[in-house]
């Protein structure tokens, strides 16, 4: 009973865009792959839920009783709940600005973990961005060995920061893709395309879109703080002292998009964490609830969801909004 349930939760996360399949489907064990897309004619919304206690550990004992979750306010029925883990469809967003050319190789590193982190049933492509944004190999693969080897010798020269529209590219490539789809996208910088279009996204944009194909962001920023020196107390000979001139920190949209679609993110001060911040993502992911209630009306428009949690000090983290669109 476990696994057809387990099953038809991972088939869940599949919905919100066309030319997927209905989120509600039963798996024979053993026939089907665990997100081949068998249909079944209910329409589901799923959502991803977060709990950590005040110390941002995660608490991962909770039951099915123990949530309730709103649409536009009004309680819904909890149709399928699942708390173990699901396989993930992951896009790796990778800045190659020119600022972080001295960290290329630990950003590698730290992407090289996750990957080492995936299990067999999780698939991932790897995308750069700079002058052009790149994602590689054109399907998504669970071969960890094909995607090192992207890593290592496929990712871009530096050049400019096109944040949003690289992330924009992230979640188009999730469209076709059933399951948990995630972008998680690096950056130190802010948005800064430097190449004249017109046409380049918006965080704005940007959100919409993962918001309307419930695709979860989770960012990982750099900030870094630059100085100059001068005389030490203004005296000629007393020495030359460091001053901070600015601190340079990433585009602030990041934990706002991170935050409306359920997803986390993480500030780093020293590069040196990066391996460990890319595996908490892994940590984090792999320990999620899994909830489904089938909407009342399909109107076609946005709306508001709301998770809570009946667990004294409890924090829930999940997406803050979904389409109710027919073609679900």
Same mark, same amino acid.
């Given at each position: 009973?476990?696994?057809?349930?387990?099953?038809?939760?991972?088939?869940?996360?599949?919905?919100?865009?066309?030319?997927?399949?209905?989120?509600?489907?039963?798996?024979?064990?053993?026939?089907?792959?665990?997100?081949?897309?068998?249909?079944?004619?209910?329409?589901?919304?799923? $959502?991803?839920?977060?709990? *950590? &206690? #005040?110390?941002? =550990? !995660?608490?991962?004992?909770?039951? +099915?009783?123990?949530?309730?979750?709103?649409?536009?306010?009004?309680?819904?029925?909890?149709?399928?709940?699942?708390?173990?883990?699901?396989?993930?469809?992951?896009?790796?967003?990778?800045?190659?600005?020119?600022?972080?050319?001295?960290?290329?190789?630990?950003?590698?590193?730290?992407?090289?973990?996750?990957?080492?982190?995936?299990?067999?049933?999780?698939?991932?492509?790897?995308?750069?961005?700079?002058?052009?944004?790149?994602?590689?190999?054109?399907?998504?693969?669970?071969?960890?060995?094909?995607?090192?080897?992207?890593?290592?010798?496929?990712?871009?020269?530096?050049?400019?920061?096109?944040?949003?529209?690289?992330?924009?590219?992230?979640?188009?490539?999730?469209?076709?893709?059933?399951?948990?789809? $995630?972008?998680?996208?690096? *950056? &130190? #910088?802010?948005? =800064? !395309?430097?190449?004249?279009?017109? +046409?380049?996204?918006?965080?704005?944009?940007?959100?919409?879109?993962?918001?309307?194909?419930?695709?979860?962001?989770?960012?990982?920023?750099?900030?870094?703080?630059?100085?100059?020196?001068?005389?030490?107390?203004?005296?000629?000979?007393?020495?030359?002292?460091?001053?901070?001139?600015?601190?340079?920190?990433?585009?602030?949209?990041?934990?706002?998009?991170?935050?409306?679609?359920?997803?986390?993110?993480?500030?780093?001060?020293?590069?040196?964490?990066?391996?460990?911040?890319?595996?908490?993502?892994?940590?984090?992911?792999?320990?999620?609830?899994?909830?489904?209630?089938?909407?009342?009306?399909?109107?076609?428009?946005?709306?508001?969801?709301?998770?809570?949690?009946?667990?004294?000090?409890?924090?829930?983290?999940?997406?803050?909004?979904?389409?109710?669109?027919?073609?679900?």
């Amino acid at each position: 009973m476990r696994i057809a349930v387990l099953l038809a939760a991972v088939m869940l996360l599949g919905i919100g865009g066309p030319g997927r399949p209905d989120p509600l489907s039963a798996v024979p064990p053993g026939t089907r792959d665990a997100q081949d897309p068998f249909r079944s004619g209910a329409r589901s919304v799923a $959502v991803y839920a977060t709990v *950590t &206690d #005040g110390t941002g =550990l !995660p608490i991962i004992d909770l039951a +099915r009783d123990d949530f309730e979750i709103f649409d536009n306010g009004k309680r819904q029925v909890i149709t399928l709940f699942e708390s173990g883990v699901q396989p993930i469809t992951v896009v790796m967003m990778l800045d190659r600005s020119g600022s972080m050319q001295g960290n290329f190789g630990l950003v590698r590193s730290a992407a090289e973990h996750f990957v080492g982190r995936m299990s067999p049933a999780d698939k991932a492509r790897i995308g750069s961005f700079a002058d052009r944004i790149q994602v590689d190999p054109r399907e998504f693969t669970s071969s960890q060995r094909d995607l090192i080897e992207i890593l290592r010798t496929q990712l871009q020269e530096a050049g400019p920061t096109p944040l949003w529209n690289a992330v924009n590219v992230g979640i188009t490539s999730l469209l076709r893709q059933n399951g948990r789809r $995630v972008v998680l996208v690096f *950056t &130190d #910088g802010i948005d =800064l !395309p430097m190449n004249g279009s017109p +046409r380049n996204v918006s965080l704005k944009e940007a959100m919409k879109h993962a918001e309307r194909e419930d695709v979860m962001v989770y960012a990982i920023g750099l900030a870094s703080s630059r100085g100059f020196a001068r005389p030490r107390g203004g005296r000629r000979g007393g020495g030359m002292r460091p001053v901070i001139l600015e601190q340079s920190r990433p585009d602030p949209g990041l934990p706002k998009i991170a935050q409306s679609t359920g997803g986390n993110y993480f500030e780093l001060t020293n590069a040196s964490d990066l391996s460990a911040t890319f595996s908490r993502v892994v940590d984090e992911l792999r320990r999620q609830y899994a909830i489904a209630f089938t909407p009342e009306l399909l109107d076609g428009k946005t709306h508001k969801l709301e998770v809570r949690v009946r667990r004294p000090g409890a924090i829930v983290r999940t997406r803050r909004s979904y389409v109710a669109k027919a073609d679900r």
